[in-house]
């Protein structure tokens, strides 16, 4: 089979596909570069050999106490007052924002299930205070997602970077890589 360029697409001395892995296609050393996250994008083409499990879960060659070493510097990152600002500053949103939200939710079912001559009331037309309640619902999930990924993007996601960037430090210098 041919494509339009008359290049074979079953074989040849071209790649298969625009998505095969190549090393320099890969310039990171960066364990959440997922440009191509496992396998995504690949032709339904001929099976990949499996890569073997890593030394750390085998028990091979890697020492036990390079593998306690790496759990250390997560723990160490965990324990810092850095990590723990980042997670505070989410608990003072989410905790809120849940529970405010929480409250909303309750109080619309209640107040349907309850109150329905109150539900029923028109507003406008034919319009009453129920369409109005539930499509505030959906206003207000737009409202708090909109809340979030502001919040996030202004209070936390720079110092969540910051920590990630200083756990691969800590993780290269552990492997006895460049940093």
């Not at 008359?6 to 364990?31: A, H, V, W």
């Amino acid at each position: 089979m041919h494509a339009s360029n008359d290049r074979s697409c079953e074989g040849g001395s071209g790649p298969e596909s625009p998505f095969e892995k190549t090393e320099d296609r890969y310039p990171y050393d960066d364990p959440w570069y997922d440009a191509l996250a496992s396998g995504w994008g690949d032709s339904g083409g001929a099976a990949e050999p499996v890569a073997p499990v890593p030394a750390a879960r085998t028990g091979g060659s890697e020492p036990a106490d390079r593998a306690v070493a790496a759990g250390q510097v997560y723990l160490e990152v965990q324990r810092s007052a850095a990590f723990q600002e980042v997670r505070s500053r989410y608990r003072r949103f989410v905790v809120p924002a849940v529970a405010g939200f929480f409250v909303w939710y309750v109080a619309y079912v209640v107040a349907a299930t309850t109150a329905p001559g109150l539900m029923a009331r028109p507003v406008v037309g034919a319009v009453n205070v129920a369409m109005l309640a539930g499509l505030g619902q959906f206003l207000s999930t737009f409202l708090l997602t909109w809340a979030y990924a502001r919040h996030a993007r202004l209070r936390r996601d720079r110092a969540a970077l910051e920590l990630r960037w200083e756990t691969q430090e800590l993780a290269r210098s552990l492997r006895g890589g460049a940093s």
